[in-house]
């Protein structure tokens, strides 16, 4: 039994398209943004609602290509999946059921294949390892390249039988005693491996204790795995101040998910997007859906662009950008390492140099985002420099040279994608290459910048072109 290698994503993007070209602004840019669910909270949700017992209701459920593999995954593993809401609108509702106690997944074998999606590969991983079956997980030649050595390790030493020869997908998972007891992990390379053991543990014959070892990088993921955890009712204590200053986890599995309704956060990544497009345009961008009780590390990019010269108003559920002039800072994303690309792309725009650093993890990502940022804000013609975690860049205003339009290879990045179309507000002749890449997490991407006022053409395969529209009503605003 096996996922689909082809999500049905919900594709607001033309299936001819082979490049958005993103012009200079014509009109007033400005307005409100409600935000898709956060990604990164669908999948940890979607995982855990398909190990709990009873009917789990999850509302705001991002449709994108990572969580649509984990749908995928889920049903093929015994788990019922509903779209009370379908997922083809604004605002997804699913409702997922399992036919016994919860626990591990009732079906026993089967091979999967998750593209590029690290968040499904890595969760699932450790799932299906707790499942006590036989399974094979897989990616595309990038996954096959990111790093998965150390959540193996992990899960090894906690009893399980898990193989993975290259170090990096694909792995192999047989029937093995996922008793719990006590593993360390180190916390340099992703979050996504702590993340997986955690939500793994509940299924334990016995307690689980994990200790992470050095710098904990993207530490606020972890707060919402252990927030989304003990919401599902899972036991997790956690200790910040150990003896020998080490965070340490620990999961009593006599208390077991059970069945939620839960309303998806939206997304503070994608959030980020529309945060620097107020900035480098100078306009007023509201996005709702996010707000300043968020435990989402990505929503610090306000703060940086605030640094930087921007007005910003957080509320509850909302975060307001109002544009400035803006100035080169020096900045820690270690917890906020996907809005690295936005927050370059906005450098660009600014007076002096800006640093961000705390990010060496991002060599692991979708591209190598060091590398592959650094490569197209040169073709902007900005000077940028790599460094061993993070980079450096020369921001252009008040300079003699000017930013010049390029071609942006996104990579199979969706982040790349996003981040420079921003660049194109400002820039004539910035043209995105292989725009379909932002299905990965915001498959309407287009559309909600296209409903702020920006010039965003689909370039097709026989050379036509098709103007991005803004998105259509959600179902709530139909009724009304």
């Known amino acids: 039994m096996s996922s689909s290698s082809h999500p049905a994503t919900p594709r607001p993007i033309p299936r001819a398209a082979i490049a958005a070209e993103i012009q200079p602004l014509r009109v007033e840019f400005g307005g409100t943004v409600r935000l898709p669910g956060s990604k990164s909270l669908t999948n940890r949700a979607l995982l855990i609602a398909g190990l709990a017992s009873g009917r789990t209701r999850l509302e705001n459920v991002l449709a994108c290509d990572d969580s649509l593999y984990m749908i995928d995954a889920l049903r093929a593993l015994g788990v019922e999946v509903i779209e009370e809401v379908p997922l083809s609108e604004p605002s997804p509702v699913l409702v997922l059921k399992r036919g016994d106690r919860g626990g591990p997944f009732s079906v026993k074998q089967g091979e999967f294949f998750f593209g590029n999606a690290g968040t499904t590969t890595r969760f699932l991983t450790a799932a299906l390892a707790a499942s006590g079956g036989t399974y094979r997980v897989d990616g595309d030649e990038r996954m096959r390249k990111r790093p998965i050595a150390d959540l193996v390790r992990a899960l090894v030493e906690l009893g399980a039988d898990v193989r993975a020869p290259t170090g990096c997908p694909p792995v192999e998972i047989r029937p093995g005693s996922w008793n719990g007891g006590s593993v360390d992990m180190p916390g340099r390379i992703s979050s996504q491996f702590i993340s997986a053991v955690l939500m793994a543990a509940p299924l334990a014959s016995g307690p689980v204790r994990v200790r992470v070892r050095g710098d904990l990088v993207s530490r606020p993921y972890i707060v919402l795995t252990v927030d989304l955890m003990r919401r599902f009712g899972a036991a997790i204590r956690v200790y910040d101040k150990t003896a020998d200053g080490l965070p340490v986890f620990e999961i009593d599995p006599r208390r077991r998910y059970r069945s939620q309704l839960h309303f998806v956060e939206g997304d503070a990544s994608a959030a980020s997007y529309f945060f620097a497009a107020a900035a480098i345009t100078g306009s007023t961008v509201r996005v709702e859906g996010v707000g300043r009780e968020t435990a989402q590390g990505d929503l610090g990019a306000a703060d940086v662009l605030a640094e930087m010269g921007c007005r910003v108003t957080k509320e509850r559920d909302a975060v307001q950008v109002v544009g400035g002039i803006l100035r080169g800072v020096d900045c820690d994303c270690a917890d ?145």
Not at 410 to 435: E, K
């Open 336 to 480: 906020m390492p996907d809005v690295v690309p936005t927050l370059a792309v906005a450098a660009a725009f600014a007076r002096g140099r800006t640093r961000i650093r705390g990010v060496p993890h991002l060599r692991h990502k979708e591209s190598d985002r060091i590398a592959s940022v650094a490569s197209e804000l040169r073709k902007l013609g900005v000077r940028v420099r790599e460094l061993d975690d993070g980079l450096e860049v020369e921001g252009t205003l008040g300079r003699e040279e000017t930013l010049q339009g390029a071609t942006v290879e996104t990579w199979n990045d969706h982040r790349i994608a996003m981040a420079f179309s921003v660049a194109g507000l400002v820039v004539p002749g910035v043209v995105i290459r292989d725009p379909h890449v932002v299905t990965k997490s915001f498959p309407s991407f287009f559309q909600a910048i296209a409903g702020l006022g920006a010039n965003v053409d689909f370039v097709l395969a026989d050379g036509g072109r098709v103007a991005a529209e803004p998105p259509p009503p959600s179902s709530e605003e139909r009724a009304r």
